[in-house]
């Protein structure tokens, strides 16, 4: 089998500028240079950030022929049995595509960051169901200001995957802002001043 060299998914930042402030690193009122799209193009979509780990995977010829942690490939049948299992409900669910490429996703559960969503097995969900089913039809209707978002993220946001799947309220641990072209760009809850609980490892 030849060897398959894969990319890593983007690192995402946030649209707008993080500074360090009375010792905490969050974002402030200030745009980041390059993202003035975030809030300019009505074409881009706010979708749920997802609280799993990235993974993609590798189709060529209809066929699943690699997985990766971000650069770190896995194992089938023998690797990560959180993947493994997730990539195997992912099939059931007809996430997998079928055309060549490499495809990213989260995959979330019992054993992956406390299991937020409260799932009995794991699950690989592919940025692409992401984009299709859990975008927020409220981005747009709040004004494109740094106070109305921070608003709209800490009392107005539920988590969209929660809801589908139990009817269940809960918040989403961010957003993450897809232009269709390719770039991305991602708000969680915690970059704000407001956020009081435990904040995601940078």
Do not use: C
């Not at 089938?76 to 299992?85: A, F, H, K, S």
């Not at 992912?90 to 019992?110: C, R, W």
């Not at 107005?156 to 390719?182: C, N, T, W, Y």
């Amino acid at each position: 089998m030849k060897k398959v060299f894969a990319k890593d998914m983007p690192k995402l930042e946030s649209p707008f500028l993080r500074k360090t402030i009375n010792g905490e690193y969050i974002v402030t009122p200030e745009i980041t240079e390059g993202y003035e799209w975030v809030f300019s193009d009505s074409n881009v979509k706010a979708t749920e950030k997802l609280d799993g780990t990235n993974v993609s995977i590798v189709m060529e010829s209809g066929e699943l022929t690699a997985v990766f942690n971000r650069l770190n490939p896995i194992k089938m049948i023998t690797g990560d049995w959180r993947i493994n299992e997730a990539l195997v409900e992912a099939t059931k669910k007809e996430y997998i595509p079928s055309e060549d490429g490499q495809f990213f996703g989260e995959v979330i559960g019992p054993a992956i960051n406390g299991n937020p969503y409260k799932l009995e097995r794991h699950i690989w969900i592919p940025l692409a169901y992401v984009w299709d089913h859990l975008a927020y039809k409220s981005w747009g209707k709040y004004p494109k200001t740094y106070e109305a978002i921070s608003k709209w993220l800490k009392d107005d946001i539920f988590s969209l995957f929660m809801r589908k799947r139990a009817g269940q309220i809960a918040f989403p641990e961010g957003v993450v802002f897809i232009h269709p072209d390719g770039r991305m760009a991602k708000l969680r809850r915690d970059m704000f001043d407001w956020w009081t609980g435990q904040k995601h490892k940078e």
